[in-house]
Structures are given as structure tokens and as C-alpha cells.
Nanobody
Framework: QVQLVESGGGLVEAGDSLSVSCAASGRIFSRDTMGWFRQAPGAEREFVAAISWSGGSSDYADSVKGRFTISRDNAVNTVYLQMNSLKPEDTAVYFC?????????????????WGQGTQVTVSS
């Protein structure tokens, strides 16, 4: 059974940093593009960042570029999202996703597997 399990969310203040992780099991994800999405209450799920299977290329939403960094360790089937200079508008449930797709496809519908999400709350 395929599983993506996020961890590391929490409550922080504006300007703080936070890292979330996503551990994959049940299949080999080393050839998948891995992505992070987020969803605020009443809003649609939106793309945050993605990383190619090799980790050599990444893609970021304009709203997080320069503040967030995505990385992966294929040896332990884990993808990370380091979030710096957090803002209240970054508050959302953060989901990781995996897909056998090329980097650059940002719609959630392109991703095959999803985690259950982890809450990130940034207070002002």
C-alpha cells in the first residue's frame, strides 16, 4: 500500500522558520516528481514547490520563491520543505504528493499519490 506521511507542522510566529517532511513507503519514489501543495480554509489547493526525481531541478510558486526550499533524499524516500521568513498568509494545511510526471506540471490533478497533510499556522 502506498503511503505518504507528512510531519513537522506546527504553530510559529511571523518571520520564523519551519521544516516539514514527507516520508514515502510502499513503492520506490526515486523516479517520481515530488511536490508540496497547501490549502487554506475555504481556498483551493495550491502548488507550493516541486522537485525532480534526481533532485537536480526544482520549481517554486512565486509566493514562496526565495523563502522556501524543497529537497529530497532518495535513499530514505523522504522529501523536505524548509520554510523561512514565514508569513501569516502561509498558514494552511501542507500536503506532499508524488507523481510520475515531468517537473513543471503544477496542477494537483497531475499527482497520483497524496499524504494526509500537516497543519502550518503562522501568527502575526
Amino acid at each position: 500500500q502506498v503511503q505518504l506521511v507528512e510531519s513537522g507542522g506546527g504553530l510559529v510566529e511571523a518571520g520564523d522558520s519551519l521544516s516539514v517532511s514527507c516520508a514515502a513507503s510502499g513503492r520506490i519514489f526515486s523516479r517520481d516528481t515530488m511536490g508540496w501543495f497547501r490549502q487554506a480554509p475555504g481556498a483551493e489547493r495550491e502548488f507550493v514547490a516541486a522537485i525532480s526525481w534526481s533532485g537536480g531541478s526544482s520549481d517554486y510558486a512565486d509566493s514562496v520563491k526565495g523563502r522556501f526550499t524543497i529537497s529530497r533524499d532518495n535513499a530514505v524516500n523522504t522529501v523536505y520543505l524548509q520554510m523561512n521568513s514565514l508569513k501569516p498568509e502561509d498558514t494552511a494545511v501542507y500536503f506532499c504528493a508524488a507523481g510520475s510526471i515531468p517537473l513543471g506540471l503544477r496542477s494537483p490533478r497531475h499527482y497520483n499519490y497524496w499524504g494526509q497533510g500537516t497543519q502550518v499556522t503562522v501568527s502575526s
